[in-house]
């Protein structure tokens, strides 16, 4: 049930393999035994909260954040930043790329306490105390404070709506300059583009794909601003916003 695109020169030709540097196995297995089942019995869609499902579903993360998370990482210019709230961070895969990346950079891990709990799966050989880790939930609880917050592979599984209660949290955190880092794929204006937002949407509920247009105008309501939009050529893309010093009335148009 899995599409896996052409490797580009930056991919690995053998994802598939459990010993290949950057192995997808562990996303292969939860496509194959999760999401392809939800697309062929919607109604076994059920959601188990064993821990073998958790590591698994963690394990897929893991793969795609260490596949993608080095082309994100370096993405930006983050040196006016000192310490990053990876929301949703999962096993931290992404943010060992952001402090490998940027040597004056800490970040904090933030995540649900049931996936934080069970982190040490996937801990890394080499140990990086800058890199820490919090138990919380983004929409009710209180998010570590710091000054960029990254949100990989987050907005998409929300609704507008959650959406609003979450960035305005955010917003609230951030002081001016504050930056706020998201990772998506992102739709083309039409709607059509890439097959692999579309594949991914079929196993969504809640939440939607969204174009960069679409997430500008979401995030602008909150008082960031797009400074910078990269696309990677590798899974995921990026936009940088930054939190401006007053609510401005409108853009002056895209930056891309
Ligand atoms: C699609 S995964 C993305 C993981 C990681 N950011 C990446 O790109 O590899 C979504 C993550 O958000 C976490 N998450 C979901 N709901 C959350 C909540 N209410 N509070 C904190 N984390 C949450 C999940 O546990 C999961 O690790």
């Given at each position: ?50 821990n073998e499902v958790k590591i698994r579903f963690m394990d897929?993360?893991h ?27 999962c096993t ?19 995540d649900l306490p049931q996936v934080i709990e069970v982190r040490r799966h996937f801990q ?9 880790f919090?138990g ?121």
């Open positions: 049930g899995l599409i896996l695109e052409k490797p580009t020169d930056k991919q690995d030709a053998y994802p598939h393999l459990k010993d290949s540097p950057e192995t997808l196995h562990g996303y292969i297995l939860q496509c194959n035994d999760m999401v392809w089942p939800l697309f062929s019995h919607l109604e076994n869609a059920v959601r188990e909260g064993t897929a993360m793969s795609i954040a260490r596949l993608t998370g080095k082309d994100v990482a370096t993405a930006f210019d983050l040196s006016p930043y000192n310490m990053a709230c990876d929301n949703g961070g931290g895969a992404m943010a060992y790329e952001f402090t490998k990346a940027h040597p004056g950079l800490s970040v904090i891990v933030f890394p050989k080499e140990n990086d105390d800058r890199v820490s919090v919380g939930r983004f929409f009710k609880d209180d998010l570590p404070k710091a000054d960029l917050y990254i949100l990989a592979r987050i907005l998409h599984d929300w609704s507008d709506e959650k959406l609003n209660v979450l960035l305005s949290k955010l917003s609230k955190m951030c002081t001016p300059g504050c930056g706020l880092l998201v990772s998506e794929i992102f739709l083309d204006e039409e709607r059509k583009r890439p097959s692999r937002a579309l594949l991914q949407a079929l196993s969504m509920t809640e939440g939607k794909q969204r174009s960069t247009t679409e997430y500008r105008d979401l995030l602008e309501k909150h008082g960031v601003t797009p400074k910078h939009i990269k696309h990677t050529d590798n899974l995921l893309d990026a936009i940088l916003f930054v939190k401006e010093k007053k609510k401005r009335e409108g853009t002056c148009g895209q930056v891309w």
